[in-house]
């Protein structure tokens, strides 16, 4: 039998074109719905490493309890792609 994990409602969708990195970011914010206090989560499209960084850096839990502060989050790494040097796709994306 198939039982429910997680169950996510898709609440935006930002996609940031940056002159240095190609494709488009692609960044979602979602409401986790399955749980009795509902918070937010966010996914990406890619990753970035920054020069002084050895690995992309990949956020390991991306859960707020706003959703002011999921898409603050959010905004603020795709504001990272402005200095990347590098970047990988985030391939659950």
């Not at 914010?29 to 050895?54: A, F, G």
Request: contains cysteine; aromatic residues 10%; charged residues 30%.
């Amino acid at each position: 039998m198939n039982e429910l994990v997680e169950q996510n409602e898709s609440l935006k969708e930002i996609h940031c074109i940056f002159n240095s990195a190609e494709p488009k970011i692609i960044g979602i914010v979602y409401r986790i719905i399955n749980e009795e206090n509902p918070n937010y989560t966010w996914e990406i499209s890619h990753y970035c490493r920054l020069n002084n960084e050895k690995d992309c850096y990949i956020p390991s839990v991306p859960n707020r309890d706003s959703l002011e502060d999921t898409e603050h989050e959010l905004m603020t790494y795709m504001k990272r792609f402005e200095k990347a040097v590098d970047w990988t796709e985030n391939k659950k994306f």
